[in-house]
């Protein structure tokens, strides 16, 4: 059984060195030998101990029948797209960890792969080494999947964790993870959300059955939370995470998704997954809450991911039937309509004015809350309710300093 | 496809609610028709909705070509043992909840369903709901397992937690339990950690590929848990865990398993593991630490991972060949060889002699701590030197009040 690696960044070189270091076991598991037969890359890696393996031109992947599985470790959504597509017209099984592909265009890949009898696979694309897609699909597919809540990205909530244990501000806290290697210079992608967006489109396309564009999905991210909001959660029995969460209250009905800043309580398996770890909740019907937690990238972890998917490719031999979802858009919830309880900092108003416009609120106080300011957490409303309220206190000269929604798992 | 439920306690009628519940979805994952034909029970069930497929005779399931899938949920070794067997050299696929049965036999019966190209499938003996042997099978098998460490048993967890966050003694938190429903009469499985131990050589069996004998195994209970002790794990930052764990420091090496009550770190996410919940660490060569949460026992989750199972066996077809270990003992490491840290309570000697004995410790002190005593834990060491060192200090007059090791992840 051959295998080709595209792209030999810090993906696809983890892929090649753990599959020489654990070669041994794959073969055990699958029964045959296994060869990694060609790793493609523009770049050049003279010295490379698997120098005699790189080529440049994919023709030679896409036309060599020698090779059944490729893993496509290149990241963005062409060239990938067109080279996966072309390998899996081949009847070659892909496999990989590009989340953006697979949240913009895995329905259309599925589909492809089963129209070829092979499989398309991304385990890697959601929670780096962290089996939580193959489960989802296999160990959870008895439930009704009711809720699916998630630390998704590894580098904003080792801002956050730097901003909560350290006191750092949020300039600073990038500026570590920077150095560290877990931001990039342009670190948009992560800090507004985005990266977040994709990987829980990528979790309830599985869980609901249909694609879900991530361009429609309301996101926020984590750039305007300030050390005064982690304070206030803190006084509240929390720390403040970037969620991505996906909600489908009725069977069959619609799904409403969401990447936010939350109030996560400190106590619970999503408060305690700090630095550049993710953890993801699912909720069924029979099975209620399950908690999957691990490394959300990095190289070794990743290639974990994408050599189990290599092997069940094997294993499988012809398409998995039930994995892919429709390509159609599933019915989308109002976002306004979404029910949440919510933090606020605002000054300029009375707490009797704040009780008046949200109803029964609590109030979060104690050693060093500024003065001049009032911070609470409201019931569990319509998030057009949060809106008129907080334009009723703007409109009698209030200001609203803060503001994150409230996660009660 | 025709199913037969074995046993309609707790769990089988778990088993037969949610598949009722959530048929539809079940059948569209197979892609064919499912019915439940018999239920076995020796008890009437006047009134049940299901009362007309209640059977009190074993050798209708095993005699009906039609059944090709048996859930054993009637848990204990005998009769489970003799029907699981029948059922399989019938070519009947059977899952199970049999955590007993698994540890006890469950590579002999692996075996009889390989010959019979059926499945013997036991996700719900382990976690409850929670998927875990699944993923250690299918999603880490590309990694060499190093370290599985978890909290395997909802009852002691929350007996525990009781006493961590109630301040309540272990008798008072175990009469709550029992009135609760979490804990039997006779809580002895739980509390002593047979249990624990049981669930804990299924995942090292599955791990390492050899049966490990639960009565070979060091097993401490969390009968002689003090509030002192808890006190003392609070001041070091973390809680007491009941622990079952099984490590494996060289591939094909010797395999340590042990099941004891640590100090576990409060911030991580076994510390985090609180109430009946089970959290379940699994440390791979490439994938690094990955944990399961979820509810380990209870009527609903446990069905959750039967019903799972049961459509594995319906997708595989055959045996999965994979699945299985040796029924020769694998090598077990030496317990007294074992390197661990430990917490020590002692009265009647000095910081001097303390550290004399036991090398560098960190003393446990602060607002509250009983005086005459002295609290400490120590670095990693053999466990033979920790006897040791302590043999030395009550020769010299010292009186050992507690005694608990530590869990660094």
């Not at 523009?42 to 896409?62: C, W």
């Not at 206030?232 to 991505?244: E, M, P, Q, S, T």
């Amino acid at each position: 059984m051959n295998i080709a690696v595209m792209g030999y960044g810090t993906v696809g070189s983890g892929v090649v060195e753990v599959f020489f270091e654990n070669k041994e076991l794959l073969e055990k598991r699958v029964r045959q030998p296994l060869a990694i037969k060609y790793i493609l890359d523009l770049r050049d890696f003279p010295g490379d101990p698997h120098e005699d393996l790189l080529i440049k031109d994919f023709a030679r992947i896409r036309d060599d029948a020698e090779v059944q599985v490729v893993a496509e470790a290149m990241g963005g959504v062409e060239p990938a797209f067109t080279f996966t597509k072309a390998c899996l017209e081949q009847g070659k099984s892909v496999v990989t960890s590009n989340k953006e592909l697979v949240a913009k265009r895995g329905a259309e890949l599925l589909e492809i792969a089963a129209a070829h009898g092979c499989n398309y696979l991304f385990e890697a694309s959601v929670g780096g080494g962290l089996p939580v897609l193959h489960p989802l699909h296999n160990c959870l597919s008895v439930n009704h999947i009711q809720e699916i809540a998630g630390i998704f990205n590894g580098t904003t909530n080792f801002i956050l964790t730097q901003m909560i244990e350290e006191g750092s501000t949020f300039d600073q806290a990038l500026a570590q993870a920077q150095s560290r290697g877990f931001a990039e210079r342009d670190p948009s992608a992560d800090v507004d959300g985005h990266d977040a967006c994709r990987k829980i489109c990528i979790m309830a396309d599985m869980a609901f059955g249909h694609q879900i564009d991530p361009d429609a999905v309301p996101v926020e991210g984590i750039s305007g939370i300030t050390m005064e909001d982690v304070a206030y959660a803190n006084l509240w029995g929390g720390v403040v995470k970037l969620i991505g969460r996906a909600v489908q209250e009725v069977p069959g009905g619609p799904v409403s998704v969401r990447v936010a800043p939350y109030f996560v309580p400190g106590g619970s398996q999503l408060g305690a997954c700090k630095g550049v770890y993710n953890a993801i909740l699912v909720r069924g019907n029979a099975v209620e809450d399950v908690v999957f937690y691990g490394q959300g990238a990095g190289k070794r972890p990743t290639a974990s991911a994408i050599l189990s998917d290599i092997l069940e490719c094997i294993l499988l031999g012809g398409t998995d039937p039930s994995a892919g979802w429709s390509r159609e858009p599933g019915m989308i919830a109002d976002p306004d309509s979404q029910i949440t309880a919510a933090y606020y900092r605002i000054k300029g108003c009375t707490q009797t004015q704040i009780e008046k416009a949200f109803g029964s609120v609590e109030f979060l106080t104690g050693d060093g809350v500024p003065s001049g300011e009032t911070a609470f957490v409201t019931g569990a409303l319509p998030e057009r309710e949060l809106v008129t309220a907080r334009k009723a206190l703007e409109g009698g000269g209030a200001e609203v300093l803060g503001k994150l929604r409230v996660l009660s798992i």
